[in-house]
Every structure is written in structure tokens, then in C-alpha cells.
């Protein structure tokens, strides 16, 4: 079993920035790729970010690429996802997942409970 837990979420300007950490615990933590989405209310959950095992990053998804960037810290099995330059449509939940690998539409074993983020403009 797998335990998540995000942080860093909170309320913030447009234009701001946000780190948002997403720590692991439990059994053999490392061997899984980790995604990065969020559901805004009233829309459908939406993929944000990934890294492989292997530390390879995928594509982000299309609406944050160039501002949002995935990173990981091993030795705290914590990754991260770092936003910049904030937009009121970036405003949903966030949730980090783990599984087999990474990226959209793949099947994630264990997911976070959340963090709200909210842009206002």
C-alpha cells in the first residue's frame, strides 16, 4: 500500500506562483510513476503532469505546458509540481497519483486526497 498526501495549495493572484508537494509513504514507493491532474468544478478530471520511475517527464498537458513543472526530491519521495504565472482556469482540485506509468488516460494504482487551488483574477 501506498499512502499520498499533498500540500502547498492555497489562494493566490493571477500571475502567482504555487509549489505543490506531493509526499509518498509506504511499500516501495520509488518503483512508481508518478501524475499529477486536477478537476475543476463541474469539469472532468484533466492530466497535468507525469514522471516516469525513470525520472523522464512526459508532455504536459496542453493548457499548462511552459508554466507548470514537475520535479521530484528522492530522498524525501516527494514530488513536486511547480506553477507559474497562474490563471484563474487554473483553479481545481489537484491530485497527485501513482502507478505503473505516467501520463494521461493509464490507470493509476493510488491516488492523493487533494489540494484547492484557486486563482483570482
Known amino acids: 500500500q501506498v499512502q499520498l498526501e499533498e500540500s502547498g495549495g492555497g489562494e493566490v493572484q493571477a500571475g502567482d506562483s504555487l509549489r505543490l508537494s506531493c509526499a509518498a509513504s509506504?511499500?516501495?514507493?520509488?518503483?512508481?510513476?508518478t501524475g499529477w491532474f486536477r478537476q475543476a468544478a463541474g469539469k472532468e478530471r484533466e492530466f497535468v503532469a507525469g514522471?516516469?520511475?525513470?525520472?523522464?517527464?512526459?508532455p504536459y498537458g496542453y493548457s499548462v505546458a511552459g508554466r507548470f513543472t514537475i520535479s521530484r526530491d528522492n530522498d524525501k519521495n516527494t514530488v513536486y509540481l511547480q506553477m507559474n504565472d497562474l490563471k484563474p482556469e487554473d483553479t481545481a482540485i489537484y491530485y497527485c497519483?501513482?502507478?505503473?506509468?505516467?501520463?494521461?488516460?493509464?490507470?493509476?494504482?493510488?491516488w492523493g486526497q487533494g489540494t484547492q487551488v484557486t486563482v483570482s483574477s
Open positions: 497519483a501513482k502507478g505503473s506509468v505516467a501520463g494521461p488516460g493509464v490507470k493509476y494504482d493510488y
Open positions: 509506504g511499500r516501495d514507493v520509488s518503483i512508481y510513476a
Open positions: 514522471m516516469a520511475r525513470s525520472g523522464l517527464v512526459v
